[in-house]
């Protein structure tokens, strides 16, 4: 599975209801694979239920590995989220480590992708529990994009303002520091005109938290990247 030909991609959370009409508009849409993952309330019951649903679906449907215990057979791709300004080392490592020590036996390497998060808005839970750092200055988000790209050499970058709507001048930096890197943006979507704003650099845009207030909203998302 190449992920790097997503253009379009739908974030399902385990820990929230989605019932079936909205779940066969969002299959019908045209977007290109499935992500499932959240901050809280995520477990392997929860997360199987989900993916049960949706892994006859006819498209890739990936996991975001958050936790150690919610790893699961029969994904067709893993991420592994690294948060690279995170202010503990658990979510630079720590989490990771367990992760391949309880299921390394039979994770394939190429199905699981390390992912570089920058985690940029104050407010989202995922910034809370990784304690990460999001005052950063344009500069310093550019430099942490470029660590994960130059230094650790990861396939990807997921810009994070899990939320609301990102400064859209930092994702262009980042795009026009890294003209090679995968850069996946998530974080505010909520109809075509943010869509359009933020995929103007973004390679991926990542569309989750509109499917569940405003399903119309959120399938404008994809017809507005076509």
């Not at 993916?51 to 975001?64: C, I, N, Q, T, Y």
């Amino acid at each position: 599975m190449k992920f790097q030909s997503w253009r379009h991609v739908f974030k399902l959370d385990p820990n929230k209801h989605l019932d079936e009409e909205a779940l066969h508009a969002l299959i019908h849409s045209g977007t290109d694979a499935f992500l499932i993952g959240g901050t809280d309330g995520v477990n392997a019951e929860n997360t199987f239920a989900l993916f049960a649903r949706v892994r006859d679906a006819g498209l890739p449907v990936a996991l975001e590995i958050s936790q150690p215990s919610q790893v699961i057979d029969g994904f067709d791709h893993y991420f592994v989220p690294t948060v690279l300004n995170a202010g503990t080392p658990e979510w630079i490592v720590g989490h990771h480590a367990r992760a391949f020590e309880r299921y390394g036996h039979f994770f394939d390497s190429r199905h699981v992708t390390a992912q570089g998060y920058l985690v940029l808005n104050p407010d989202a839970k995922v910034a809370h529990v990784t304690e990460s750092r999001c005052d950063l200055s344009l500069e310093e988000a550019v430099a942490y994009a470029e660590v994960g790209h130059h230094l650790f050499r990861l396939p990807s970058l997921y810009i994070e303002y899990s939320g609301r709507l990102g400064d859209v001048d930092v994702v262009k930096e980042i795009r026009l520091s890294l003209p090679q890197a995968h850069l996946f943006y998530g974080g505010g979507i909520d109809g075509a005109e943010s869509a359009q704003l933020m995929g103007a650099y973004a390679d991926t845009i990542v569309v989750g938290n509109i499917i569940y207030e405003d399903l119309a909203g959120a399938l404008a998302t994809v017809q507005a990247l076509r």
